[in-house]
């Protein structure tokens, strides 16, 4: 007799499904959609928990988290939860929770069932432990939920003033694939907020490096703890995209030499020439409105080339092919004077906002640009070869295609 499911059931409350299911979104096509509700409030759960946690075995658990009833899976992770933080001494039972918990994910379905879990669960118990199983769940988690599992984790970390898994993740949700959901957007900006109370410094530094990059809604919820000074101070310092002009020129020149110094000192040496791009490649890039600067406040920090059109070099590739054979625009020469990092991800949303298909190449040897196209969602192609005759790995990302 699985005691937890019959009180839950007797604990229904038919007046209340109306109104629980319009607030967890179950219509079609909205996040929750196809969920149940018994009628049954948080605190009123949580009673029933507190009553009958101990008289649950983990065959009874696996009963309730399976539940076409969004209640009973909250009751059997409130009493896993309980199991959890009652076997402080005992660690072969505090597995058995976690392998419980993750092998279960498909059911923690909503963000209530993560959010009164995850730090609880899996956050505590990496507390002293190899934490990259968070950063996996954020980046190639299954759904939302096991994406946000990753990220709400890291509030027992912040708890006790361990921020860096905070920041890390966020970036990791920020690089993903396509437009960042919503409910990732708010579980992210909250823990950046919480983050942001422990160390306020470092939330304004992490929000003034990425502003512009960040979307609005976890922006939001990232300042809401912040002084309306500090957040009209970082919408004035936030960077702006814009068509470059011959009057850049000085300043580009300055970013190219840095750019190449970089790529020098990270083990590719050889991509650019001292004197590549010259004055005049520069200036027919401005005339053909190629060009784009990233301006912070008043000062240039990043320069690009987004081109629309076939690209003569691409037109052949060996050792593979590209995504589809539509139209598409180039990113080429893009460069930063390192002052800002994520200057990469600003550049492919705004060509992704004009474009839907995007292509770029780099050097073989350019390691950090290939790893930071490959975080931005974007696939291996191929190699093309320059008007030089050297090679050039090709990648791709196409609107249609994200999976």
Not at 238 to 252: A, E, G, Q, W, Y
Not at 313 to 319: E, K, L, P, Q
């Amino acid at each position: 007799m699985n005691i937890l499911k019959i009180r839950m059931m007797q604990a229904a409350d038919p007046s209340l499904v109306e109104g629980l299911s319009r607030f967890f979104k179950t219509g079609k096509g909205q996040y929750g959609e196809g969920d149940i509700f018994l009628g049954i409030k948080v605190p009123v759960t949580r009673a029933i928990v507190k009553e009958c946690w101990k008289d649950v075995s983990f065959g009874e658990l696996g009963e309730c988290i399976s539940s076409e009833y969004h209640e009973i899976r909250l009751a059997a992770l409130l009493c896993l939860v309980r199991i959890f933080k009652s076997s402080r001494k005992d660690v072969s039972r505090q597995k058995e929770c976690i392998d419980f918990y993750l092998s279960h994910t498909e059911h923690i379905n909503n963000w209530d069932l993560v959010d009164l879990s995850c730090y609880e669960l899996l956050g505590a118990w990496l507390l002293d432990r190899d934490r990259s199983l968070l950063y996996d769940l954020a980046r190639n988690g299954k759904t939302i939920w096991e994406q946000r599992i990753g990220m709400v984790s890291t509030l027992a970390f912040i708890r006790r003033g361990e921020l860096d898994e905070c920041f890390e993740i966020s970036d990791i949700l920020l690089a993903g694939k396509g437009r960042m959901h919503d409910l990732l957007q708010k579980a992210a900006g909250w823990m950046l907020r919480e983050a942001g109370k422990r160390d306020e410094a470092r939330l304004v530094g992490y929000l003034r490096q990425r502003w512009n990059g960040i979307p609005a809604t976890m922006r939001r919820y990232a300042c809401e703890k912040l002084s309306v000074e500090t957040v009209e101070s970082l919408r004035r310092e936030s960077v702006t995209i814009r068509k470059s002009k011959p009057s850049d020129i000085p300043r580009l020149m300055e970013i190219f030499a840095k750019a190449r110094s970089f790529m020098a000192s990270t083990g590719n040496p050889g991509q650019w020439a001292d004197d590549y791009p010259g004055r005049d490649l520069l200036l027919r890039d401005i005339a053909s409105s190629d060009s784009f600067v990233v301006q912070a406040g008043k000062d240039v920090i990043a320069t690009f080339v987004l081109r629309a059109g076939d690209d003569p070099t691409y037109s052949v590739i060996y050792d593979g092919e590209w995504l589809d054979s539509g139209p598409y625009a180039t990113i080429h020469r893009i460069a930063s004077d390192g002052s800002r990092k994520g200057i990469l991800h600003l550049v492919m949303e705004f060509a992704l906002g004009k474009y839907d298909s995007i292509r770029i190449d780099t050097h073989r040897d350019n390691r950090v640009m290939r790893n930071a196209i490959l975080r931005e969602g974007f696939r291996y192609c191929g190699i093309i070869r320059c008007w030089n005759g050297s090679e050039r790995l090709a990648y791709q990302k196409v609107l249609s295609l994200r999976l």
